[in-house]
């Protein structure tokens, strides 16, 4: 067997990886594959997995989450495999990852260091770099004594380094631990700056167009939706692959749902089961297009077999991203629409009956263009769906504005269905139907219109 790599790094490219897991009775995963979630994470990270163990438990060990006897089956399929490194699909302590290694003799990693990998990897932007490092630090300070084992080979008690390095190895983590605190703060600053510029241009956004924000699982087909709507329109170009993270950053463009409606469609980065809260944290300002939306748009791909969990997940880390946000009232969130995925891949349609039974209102969808080989389907359900939640419950309104204001008469004359129009020396008295959102939207953006009678 290979000698054990020394824990100086959490990074598991070109590593031979054995996945492992503890089953409790309440622990969420995909019962029909297991595994599935963790070797797609764990490959996107740019490992090989060789092999998998697992054990059900009531409660896990607490000094090695693991029971000894599985250990040490988990030590035999290591040197048998050739294995590098053992992912663990749950967060461990500190503690706990040290006590594995000395009985597997390979680098242990678990869930939450493995998706701070593959976000640094995929990081791309200034805004997703600054996050991704403040929680790679959000994780490590705290563990900088069981995870840094060099530092006590650096100055370790008695021994003899430069001018300034002499003394007790806790001296050396010290500096260590000051040193990631500082950059921390730091880093808050900067992202603490980012979200307020963030928040200002989406409060200017929603002001000027009603907003959508999609969210969902990792690899539920969301920029490929996000492409399919916005393309046709002069938007689109996510990044759209068949793999987990696959976009790590809000990007928005106008989605035409009528020929007189655009809104403002945001792709964001997709979510994933027990996503450390250090992440969801951090990535408040690239969900602060989904917090501030006017609609959320839920999209599930219900042809995984783990549809069901994926859903709970969504829910789950919405409420979170609320939650950390401090707007825990449903009223102060937007209203989410579930959006039915890749129903062209179901075996059995019935299935799609279960889940518009459980949750009312939701469309099924194809999201993949005919041109580029899907059969779409649902989309102009969607798009009239979306068009109702935009423009608000419609009227016919008499409105009368001064002839000066040639923008407001315009603007009012595209949005809405013109039914009828006359002068007098000073006012348009135009006849229309519109949406009660569109008149809100109208004034603020200082038309200046009398109602004189509506029905």
């Known amino acids: 067997m290979p000698p054990s790599k020394e824990r100086t790094t959490i990074n598991v490219q070109a590593e031979r990886a054995v996945v492992a897991a503890v089953r409790l009775q309440d622990s969420i995963y995909d019962h029909n594959d297991p595994f599935a ?83 640094a990897g ?52 010290e500096i260590d631990r000051r040193l990631v605190q500082r950059r921390r703060l730091r880093l808050q600053r900067e992202i603490k700056d980012i979200q307020a510029r963030k928040t200002r241009e989406v409060s200017k956004r929603k002001q000027d167009h009603f907003t959508v924000g999609l969210v969902g699982y990792t690899n539920a087909g969301k ?21 987990v993270f696959a976009t790590l950053h809000t990007r928005t463009r106008a989605w035409r749902v009528a020929p007189a409606v655009e809104v403002m469609l945001s792709d964001t980065v997709g979510f994933v089961r ?20 006017d609609l959320l748009l839920m999209v599930l791909d219900i042809a995984d077999p783990a549809a069901e969990m994926h859903f709970d997940t969504i829910q789950k880390t919405l409420d979170d991203v609320f939650k950390d946000a401090g707007r825990t009232d449903p009223d102060d969130q937007p209203h989410r629409l579930l959006l039915l995925n890749k129903v062209d891949r179901l075996p059995d349609a019935s299935e799609i009956l279960i889940w518009q039974n459980r949750q009312r209102g939701s469309i099924p969808i194809c999201a993949l263009d005919p041109a580029k080989g899907g059969t779409a389907r649902g989309l102009e359900q969607l798009s009239d769906t979306v068009r109702h939640a935009a423009i608000g419950p419609e009227h016919t309104y008499d409105l009368v504005l001064p002839l000066a204001d040639s923008r407001a008469i315009h603007d009012i004359e595209t949005l809405g269905e013109l039914i009828d129009r006359d002068y007098d020396a000073h006012n348009a008295i135009l006849k229309v139907r519109l949406g009660e959102r569109q008149i809100e939207r109208l004034k603020a953006r200082g038309a200046s219109f009398t109602i004189q009678s509506q029905s």
């Not at 990081?123 to 995870?147: C, D, G, H, I, S």
Request: hydrophobic share 40%; proline share 3%; charged share 25%.
């Open 37 to 119: 979630e963790l070797v797609a994470l764990a490959e996107q990270a740019g490992a090989t997995v060789v092999g998998e163990i697992e054990q059900a438990r009531h409660r896990p060990e607490a000094a090695t989450f693991m029971g000894s006897g599985k250990l040490e089956e988990l030590r035999d399929l290591c040197e048998r495999l050739e294995a590098t490194v053992v992912i663990f699909d749950h967060d461990l302590a500190p503690a706990q990852i040290g006590n594995i290694e000395k009985v597997v003799n390979v680098k242990v990693i678990d869930r939450s260091e493995l998706i701070l990998d593959i976000f």
């Open 122 to 173: 995929r990081a791309t932007t200034r805004q997703a770099r600054l996050q991704v490092e403040l929680a790679q630090l959000e994780y490590t300070y705290p563990r900088l004594r069981a995870m840094w084992t060099h530092l006590e080979r650096i100055v370790g008690s008695g021994g003899i380094g430069g001018v300034g390095t002499r003394g007790p190895g806790e001296q050396q983590l």
């Open 274 to 293: 027990d996503l450390p809260h250090h992440l969801i944290a951090s990535f408040r300002a690239t969900l602060e297009e989904a917090t501030h939306a």
């Open 223 to 243: 920029s490929t939706l996000f492409n399919t709507l916005t393309e046709p329109h002069g938007g689109g170009g996510a990044y759209a692959d068949d793999r």
